[in-house]
């Protein structure tokens, strides 16, 4: 591989573009998706009967509080509904999404460049494994050898015959506790990342611990902690910053990405997701502790209860609500930016590799 090719530069679905085309970006989200893997029905007729309806505003409201019962609510594939979404995004000033979606969540190259020719916004799109459930048949007679250049293909040739190019390994499915399948998927991604130098975005298990036991793995295998993000700290880390702060201390970067959800989290009761005034109070703390180098922020739309069309916040809702919010609680222009241009601008560039 010709690492000069990547190196400094950022891949979007449309090919390689400069570090300062990036601007204001979303490191967390999903345009089309197909989470079907999470699909577990209620117990009840009444949860029964909701399992299977099409999402509307008469049920909207329970799909929101209930997002894996209803089959409907995950799974998106009209690509001029993700269009207007990502029109939506831009015209409060976006450039860049960063689409998460991979091997086991109904990723799509094309859609994905059909949307950025679209909408002249940047879209990267991920590489690897979601968790073990979504894996692929033969997922386990392949080696980590081989799934490693699988991934290292998507990244610089391209999808399987669509010449669409990956530019984040991830977002890497884990679970807790850890299933063995995910740990060969992780080695694979770790492997990746040292021969191409792409970022790459690790969902961890439900678990304080699951993200520190995944760092020590990554540190075996000698990845580029800096070169390393975690998702969804707020489901994550439900009692104390410590376990956030050794992640941090190690040089990776979290990513608050689940702005815009409130209430309880689907897959892990009773834990609590704060809302939106509590994700802000940990970036305060966060930023005050010097680690705002290290903090990214996204929405993670991957249902469609959050999509505008199906009356959710969207993928402007940072932009709209939660900056003005930020601002109000005195956190700085400059630390607003960086969260949202200069980290990203950082983050998504290929590294140079030995």
């Not at 990036?22 to 999470?38: K, P, Q």
């Not at 949860?47 to 049920?59: E, R, S, V, W, Y």
């Not at 689940?258 to 309880?264: C, I, R």
């Not at 990214?296 to 609500?321: E, P, S």
Request: with cysteine; net charge negative.
């Amino acid at each position: 591989m010709d690492s000069t090719k990547f190196t400094g530069k950022a891949q979007t679905v449309l090919g390689p573009i400069d570090a300062d085309s990036i601007g204001i970006t979303t490191m967390h989200e999903h345009l089309l998706f197909d989470l079907t893997v999470w699909f577990k029905e209620l117990d009840s007729p009444a949860g029964k009967a909701l399992a299977h309806q099409p999402i509307t505003m008469d049920n909207r409201y329970q799909a929101t509080h209930r997002h894996f019962a209803v089959l409907d609510n995950l799974v998106h594939k009209d690509e001029q509904v993700a269009i207007n979404e990502a029109t939506l995004y831009k015209e409060v000033g976006g450039n860049t999404i960063v689409d998460a979606t991979n091997i086991g969540l109904g990723r799509n190259p094309l859609a994905l460049r059909h949307i950025a020719q679209a909408t002249g916004l940047n879209i990267i799109m991920g590489s690897g494994y979601y968790v073990w459930k979504s894996h692929p048949a033969d997922f386990d007679t392949k080696t980590e050898d081989e799934i490693a250049d699988g991934i290292v293909r998507d990244l610089t040739l391209g999808v399987d015959d669509t010449g669409v190019r990956a530019g984040i390994i991830g977002e890497m499915g884990n679970s807790w506790p850890w299933h063995e399948s995910e740990q060969k998927a992780m080695g694979a991604a770790a492997s990746a990342q040292r021969r191409t130098g792409a970022p790459m975005t690790v969902h961890p298990g439900q678990n304080e611990l699951a993200p520190i036991q995944i760092v020590e793995f990554l540190k075996e295998r000698r990845t580029d902690l800096s070169r390393v993000i975690f998702c969804h700290p707020e489901r994550t880390f439900y009692g104390t910053y410590d376990g956030m702060r050794r992640v941090l201390d190690a040089g990776c970067s979290y990513e608050f990405d689940l702005f815009g959800w409130e209430g309880y989290h689907p897959t892990a009761y009773p834990l609590d997701v704060p809302n939106d005034w509590g994700k802000i109070k940990w970036i305060i703390e966060l930023i005050a502790e010097g680690y705002v180098n290290q903090i990214m922020l996204a929405q993670d739309i991957c249902m469609k209860v959050y999509t505008t069309a199906y009356g959710g916040h969207g993928m402007g809702h940072i932009l709209r609500n939660i900056v003005p919010r930020m601002k109000l609680l005195g956190i700085s222009e400059e630390h607003i930016h960086t969260m949202l241009v200069d980290n990203p601008k950082r983050f998504l560039q290929f590294a140079e590799i030995d």
